[in-house]
């Protein structure tokens, strides 16, 4: 006679779902005129994990809009994100590959406001960047998408004046490898490790 093995099979436990499942949850129970009132269609696919009014409330300083900021300044753009985008950069046809700004002699910051529209909120300085320049109100983030260590310094110098941000993003693409380092200002471990990535390396 067969022996016969008996299986213990293992309840399956509970998933709890992601809090974008559960905002989509809501979202889908409401009436389409409720929807309307309560949330921008923008936000709809992003409910339980963005809050509009948090998003709209931010203010982001991107400088330079080349390969990195001008890809990050028109998704922020799309967000709602209030920005103020620096670059005295026009467009050429080599910046065709890795740029979506189509007119070539064009300043950069000024077409990545222009682009975006009236989906943005966007004030473009086709300049050079000048902490003088910046809104009245202190923005959160600065985001750094410069192409030498010397530009970036004087940046970072500048985010130390009494109007520097909270968070700072240095953004960096090499020939076959990219990098973003991410500073809170109020870290001081944060700070200086990222002074120390300024410094030549030697050799």
Not at 30 to 37: G, I, M, S
Request: net charge neutral; with cysteine.
């Amino acid at each position: 006679m067969a022996q016969q093995t008996k299986i213990k099979v293992k309840a399956a436990s509970k998933k709890k779902p992601s809090a974008a499942a559960v905002g989509a949850a809501e979202l889908a129970a409401k009436e389409p005129e409720d929807l309307d009132r309560e949330i921008e269609p923008r936000f709809a696919r992003f409910a339980g994990l963005l809050k509009p009014d948090v998003v709209k409330a931010t203010s982001v300083v991107v400088i330079g809009c080349g390969g990195i900021g001008s890809w990050t300044a028109m998704g922020l753009a799309c967000l709602g994100v209030e920005l103020t985008v620096f670059d005295p950069d026009v467009t050429l046809h080599h910046n065709y590959g890795g740029q979506p700004l189509p007119e070539v002699g064009a300043n950069k910051a000024e077409q990545v406001r222009t682009l975006m529209g009236d989906i943005g909120r966007i004030t473009a300085i086709p300049d050079f960047f000048d902490v003088d320049r910046l809104p009245h109100h202190r923005a959160m983030i600065w985001v750094s998408g410069v192409d030498s260590i010397e530009a970036r310094k004087e940046i970072w110098l500048g985010a130390f004046n009494g109007r520097g941000p909270r968070w700072y993003v240095d953004g960096r693409i090499g020939g076959t490898a990219s990098q973003v380092l991410t500073v809170d200002l109020a870290d001081r471990k944060a700070v200086q490790a990222y002074g120390k990535s300024l410094e030549p390396t030697g050799g």
